[in-house]
C-alpha cells in the first residue's frame, strides 16, 4: 500500500498530565477503533487536532510524535487548536450542525454564523498540513464529517492528489441535508474527493440524491457523479472491527480471569449489556424503559437479570447532551427505586469511559448484549460484542447500519418499546443451540467483513477506473 496520509478530528493517541507522570491514552470512539488497526499496518501521518494538555510537550516543533508509545509504527501529526476553535468547528460545525442534522435530530441543530467560519477555517489549516505531507507522497485518506470542505483545499493545493473521504454517520434524505444554510459549500467541497464512502447503499443514495437536488447540471452513471469537470465514485463499504485482534485478546488469561471475578461480583443470574458513547442518538432511553417494561410483564426476571449501561461521557459542555443525561439518569433512578432489593441492582449504570481489559469482560459475560440505537451510521459495539462472545445474543436496531450485515441479530424497532420487551425475553429464553447458531453466523459476518476487508475494498475501488 503507498504511503497513507489519515485525516481526522479526534487523534488516536492523547497525553495528558497526571500530577507530574503523563498518561497515554486512547480516546473512546467508533472511528479511531476502527483505523489505528489500519495504521499500524500501513506507513505513513495521521494529522488529528492535538487535545490532550500534554500533547505539545510530547511532540516536536512540528507537532509530530511516533505511535503506538510501546511500539511506534506510524507518525501522528497533532493541530493545535484554540479553545474558540474547538468550540465552534468541533462542539459546534461538527457538533450541534452536521451530526443532529445528519441523524435526523434538526430540533437539535444551532445554525450558527461563527460555528461555520471557523470550521472553514480550521479545515484550511488541516489541509495546508496534508499538502505538506503529501511532498513526501501518498494518498490522503479524510474521516468524518469535521472535514468535508478539505477535498478541495487540498485539491486547491495539490491538484493531482489522491483524496478520499468516509463519512461515518448517516447521510440523510436531501430535503433534510438541505436544512443546512451551507449545503452547497459542503457539497462542493466533498466532490473534490475521487471517492466518498458510505456505511450502507441508503446512505450513498441519499448522498447523490441531495448533490443532483441542488446541482441539476451533475450527471450521475453507475455511482459517479459528474459535476464541474471532476468524478467522484460514491461507494458503499460498510466498516468493521479488527476482528482476530478482538477475539484473541478477550481470550487471554487474565481477561478470562477477570471476567469471572466480575461475573461473581454481579448478584445475578443474566446479564445484559449495553455500552454507548453518552449520544442521544443511541437510544439508551428506550432500551430502559424497554428493560423496565420487560420486568413489569416478567416478575420472576425481578432479582435474576441485571443491566449493565457502560455510558461514557462525550461532548458533555454540549446543552442537548446534558439534558438528555440528566433525562436517562433521572430513568434509571425511577426504575431501580421501583424495583431495586436490598441485593439485587435492576441496572447498573456506569457514566464513565471503562478500559479495554474491563470491556472485554463485559463483552465475555453478557447473556444479551443490546445495541439499540435510534439511528446509527454503523456501530461497532454489536460487531466488537459477537466477536467476543461465543454464545451471547445480540439485539440489534433496525436503524443501525449494522443491522445491513448482522441479519442473524434478534433486530428491533428501537421505538417500539413493548416489541424490545418481547425481544429481551426472547433473547433470554433462546436454546442453546440457537445461539450457538445465531453467534456462528453473526460471528463469520463480522470476520469477513472485518476492518482490514473494508480498507482493502475501499482501496480497490478508489483505484479501480472512474
Ligand atoms: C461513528 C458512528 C460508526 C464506547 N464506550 C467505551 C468504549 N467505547 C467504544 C466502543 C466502540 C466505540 O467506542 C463506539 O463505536 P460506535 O460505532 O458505537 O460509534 P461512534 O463513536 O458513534 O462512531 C458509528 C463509527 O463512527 C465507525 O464508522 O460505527 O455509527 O457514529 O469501539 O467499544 N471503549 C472503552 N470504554 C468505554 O467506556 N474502552
Redesign the pocket.
Known sequence: MDRLIVISNREPYVHEYNGESIDCS?P????V??IDPVMQNAKGTWIAWGSGDADKDCSDTKGCVKVPPEDPKYTLRRIWLTQKEVNDYYLGFSNRVIWPVCHLFQENAQFRKNYWETYKSVNMRFAEAAAEELEKGGKVFIQ?VHFSLVPDMLRNKVPEAAIAL?W??PFPAAETFSCIPWRSDILKGLLSADMIGF?TKAHADNFIATVCREFPQAKVNNNIISYNGRRTKIAAIP?G?DYTSYAKNSSMPSIIKGAETTRKSINAERIILG???L?Y??GILNRFLAFERYLESSPRAREKVSFIQ?A?PTRVNINEYREMKRKIEENVGRINGRFQTPSWTPIIYIN?????D??LMLYRIADVAMVTPVI??????AK?YVAVNDKGVLILSEF???SEGMKDAIVVNPYDIESMAKAIQKALKMKQKDKINHCTKLRKEVKDHDIFWWLDEFFRQWESDC
Open positions: 486512547v473512546t470512539g467508533g472511528v477503533a476502527a468524518d468516509f461515518h454517520i456505511h466498516i472491527i455500552v454507548d458513547r449520544d442518538t443511541k457502560i461514557s464513565r469511559k471503562v478500559d479495554e474491563k470491556l446509527d451510521g454503523m456501530n461497532l459495539v466488537e443501525a447500519g449494522a
